[in-house]
Each structure stands twice: as structure tokens, then as C-alpha cells.
């Protein structure tokens, strides 16, 4: 697969996970005030993200060809941006 062909697929993922858990600002907004509970500091839902970015970088360093984290990668960095908005 290429990266573009990747790019794509990352696309498909992306619309996918926005059907089974909603709209990715909605979504990491929750996740951040959980986390924000569990660790007794301020958690912004941007700090999720790339916390999230940072887990599948580290998964790669593993196995650097594994193209679900590189997908998830794509994907959670599409997820920054609506976060962002």
C-alpha cells in the first residue's frame, strides 16, 4: 500500500469511527474529562490526541511496519485537527 492508498484507507477508518462513537471534538472532549479526574490535573482534549499519537509512535518503534498504528497515526492526526476547530 501506498501513501496515498494509505491516506485513504486512514479516510475510510476515520468516517468509521465517527459512525460507532460520534464526532471526534465530542468524543476526546469526554476522554480528556476523565482523565482529567483520574490524574487530578487538567487533561485537554488536544493532550488526548497526541498522548494517543504518542502510544501507536511507540507501538511502531516495535514493529515500524505495523500499518494498523500507522493508520491510527494518519487517523488520530485528522482527529487533532477537528479537536481544534
Same mark, same amino acid.
Given at each position: 500500500?501506498?501513501?496515498?492508498?494509505?491516506?485513504?484507507?486512514?479516510?475510510?477508518?476515520?468516517?468509521?469511527?465517527?459512525?460507532?462513537?460520534?464526532?471526534? &471534538?465530542?468524543?476526546? =472532549?469526554?476522554?480528556?474529562?476523565?482523565? &482529567?479526574?483520574?490524574?487530578?490535573?487538567?487533561?485537554?482534549?488536544?493532550?488526548?490526541?497526541?498522548?494517543?499519537?504518542?502510544?501507536?509512535?511507540?507501538?511502531?518503534?516495535? =514493529?515500524?511496519?505495523?500499518?494498523? &498504528?500507522?493508520? =491510527?497515526?494518519?487517523?488520530?492526526?485528522?482527529?487533532?485537527?477537528?479537536?481544534?476547530?
Amino acid at each position: 500500500m501506498n501513501g496515498e492508498m494509505m491516506l485513504k484507507h486512514a479516510a475510510g477508518v476515520f468516517e468509521n469511527r465517527r459512525d460507532q462513537y460520534g464526532e471526534p &471534538s465530542d468524543l476526546f =472532549d469526554h476522554i480528556a474529562k476523565r482523565w &482529567s479526574l483520574v490524574l487530578g490535573i487538567e487533561v485537554k482534549p488536544e493532550q488526548v490526541v497526541l498522548c494517543l499519537i504518542d502510544l501507536k509512535m511507540a507501538r511502531l518503534v516495535h =514493529d515500524p511496519k505495523h500499518m494498523d &498504528s500507522i493508520v =491510527d497515526v494518519a487517523g488520530y492526526a485528522a482527529c487533532l485537527r477537528e479537536v481544534q476547530r
